[in-house]
């Protein structure tokens, strides 16, 4: 079982960074994948990020709209993935949630069994 808690939501104006972190615990960072998703008001869940890795190689997968705007770190040691988020903009406003563990396709939200409970960002014009 894998839990996995996000942090970092906030209120930002457009232009603005900002980095959300998802923390794992209940299994070992070895060869793995995660994902980030968001759900702004009145919408379906979108995809937004995904990142794989192995001990040879890491791949990360992103939405067209965040592409060059949006990075997907992480930190084996902290059992941690983080979305960096810069140049925000008002559409990017939304609960954003983790995810892991995916056993199909990366932007598919039915892929993954295990979720964060989300965080808020709000971007203001």
């Known amino acids: 079982q894998v839990q996995l808690v996000e942090s970092g939501g906030g209120l930002v104006q457009a232009g603005d960074s900002l980095r959300l972190s998802c923390a794992a615990s209940?299994?070992?960072?070895?060869?793995?994948?995660m994902g980030w998703f968001r759900r702004a008001p009145g919408k379906e869940r979108e995809f937004v990020a995904a990142i794989s890795w192995s001990w040879r190689s890491e791949s990360t997968h992103y939405t067209d709209s965040v592409k060059g705007r949006f990075s997907i770190p992480r930190d084996n040691a902290e059992n941690t993935v983080y979305l960096q988020m810069n140049s925000l903009e008002p559409g990017d406003t939304a609960v954003y949630y983790c995810?892991?563990?995916?056993?199909?396709?990366?932007?598919?939200?039915?892929?993954?069994?295990?979720w964060g409970q989300g965080t808020q960002v709000t971007v203001s014009s």
């Open positions: 995810a892991a563990d995916p056993t199909g396709p990366y932007s598919d939200s039915a892929s993954y069994p295990y």
């Open positions: 209940g299994r070992t960072f070895s060869a793995y994948a």
